[in-house]
């Protein structure tokens, strides 16, 4: 099984440019996510959605907008980038309030 | 979600020692995870705690639940090269999952 596949896994990116990490689950899971990773900051939740159809800001929303295609994908899109959103990104999905599986990880250089 | 903090930021061990790492919150917590992140890699679920005082163990890996359900540690007996990463906490609250900042173990062959 996939798991929770998220692609690109490396993007640079140059200030004022846009783009859309993909992330997609094979295990039928109701809620999916999007983290960011930075040095010392830990885990921060940009924005989840519980079930398909819906979506919700997480700590640091900013910058970001999202989709719920259907009940595999979950998309985020970075706009306009900025030097502060060089980041590692994770998407992960779960049954609800359970276990969380998570991709492997996008990092993302804003130039 | 539900706010944890997490101590402490680093932690350094001779391998054989052993480790300790805590989350703590100001309110009580319907549940905690913990997750182990090696290096490069991404987070792994370890366990998740639901009941106040429950105690879990996996092998060398001791899972405590506080008795207010405000706390949390996660205990490792006699590391091996094998523990180095990242441990995190996190509680869901709200459909969301929210972790502590993490805690870094570095293993001293």
């Known amino acids: 099984n996939a798991g929770v596949t998220q692609t690109p896994k490396f993007q640079v990116l140059k200030t004022g440019q846009s783009m859309t990490l993909q992330c997609a689950q094979d295990?039928?899971?109701?809620?999916m996510y999007w983290y960011r990773q930075d040095p010392g900051m830990g885990l921060r939740l940009i924005y989840y959605?519980?079930?398909?159809?819906t979506t919700d800001k997480g700590e640091v929303p900013n910058g970001y907008n999202v989709s719920r295609l259907n009940k595999r994908e979950f998309s985020l899109r970075l706009e306009s980038a900025a030097p502060s959103q060089t980041s590692v990104y994770f998407c992960?999905?779960?049954w609800g309030p359970g276990e969380l599986f998570f991709g492997e990880g996008s990092r993302l250089t804003v130039l | 979600g539900q706010q944890v903090m997490q101590i402490p930021q680093y932690q350094h061990v001779q391998e054989g020692e052993d480790f300790t790492t805590y989350c703590n919150s100001s309110?009580?917590?319907?549940?905690i995870q913990w997750y182990k992140q090696r290096p490069g890699g991404h987070p792994v679920f370890l366990i998740q705690?639901?009941?106040?005082?429950e105690v879990k163990k996996q092998k060398r890996l001791t899972f405590q639940f506080g008795e207010a359900k405000k706390n949390s540690s996660l205990h490792i007996t006699a590391t091996q090269t094998t523990d180095v990463g990242t441990y995190f906490c996190?509680?869901?609250?709200?459909?969301?999952?929210?972790f502590g900042t993490g805690t870094r173990l570095t293993i001293i062959p």
């Open positions: 992960a999905s779960s």
């Open positions: 309110t009580t917590l319907s549940n």
């Open positions: 705690l639901v009941k106040s005082g």
């Open positions: 996190g509680s869901f609250g709200n459909e969301k999952l929210t």
């Open positions: 295990m039928n899971h109701n809620s």
């Open positions: 959605s519980a079930s398909e159809g």
